[in-house]
């Protein structure tokens, strides 16, 4: 699977992290950076990063910033971007399953290393339920997207 990374300067040793696991797997890793600890805005990032999942050029992301929230706050305005933030393997299951997240945001500042793969581990190896009344609630949150926000050209 070809996945998205970026984040900002909280973000940098964990998505390292994060990024040498995924390309042990087999995965190919896009890397949107930033690369060091320097103070950087994060949405210099996230927005090429989230370009490249909406358009359809990486099929997930995985974005690490402080807390998660502002990345994820960037990817949710492009169409096709269903980003959740995850802080514990529970959640990254349901996100997947329920709502099919195609974005996980990841805060390095309060996630320490050992949680976070574990999320990155059961958010990238679960699969959306199929059972009618999860696939309606994704269309329904699909319909609003396609309503409410811009296709990215």
């Known amino acids: 699977m070809k996945i998205a990374m970026a984040n900002d300067h909280a973000g940098t040793q964990l998505k390292n992290q994060i990024k040498a696991w995924l390309e042990g797997e087999g995965h190919e890793v896009v890397d949107f950076g930033t690369y060091d600890e320097q103070g ?7 927005y090429p990063a989230s370009m490249a999942v909406a358009k359809g050029e ?3 992301g995985i974005f690490v910033d402080g807390v998660g ?6 990817a949710n305005k492009f169409r096709g971007i269903f980003a959740c933030v995850c802080q514990d393997p ?4 349901l996100a997947r399953q329920h709502n099919d997240a195609n974005v996980l945001c990841i ?9 976070a793969m574990a999320i990155v581990k059961t958010w990238m190896s679960t699969d959306a339920l199929t059972a009618e009344r999860y696939a309606n609630r994704r269309r329904k949150v699909a319909a609003i997207d396609e309503e409410r926000t811009v296709a990215v050209g």
Do not use: H, N, T
Request: net charge negative.
């Open 90 to 93: 529970v959640c990254a299951e």
């Open 58 to 60: 990486c099929e997930r």
């Open 107 to 115: 805060g390095g500042k309060l996630i320490g290393p050992v949680l």
């Open 40 to 46: 950087c805005d994060l949405s210099d990032f996230i």
């Open 69 to 74: 929230y502002g990345s994820a706050m960037i």
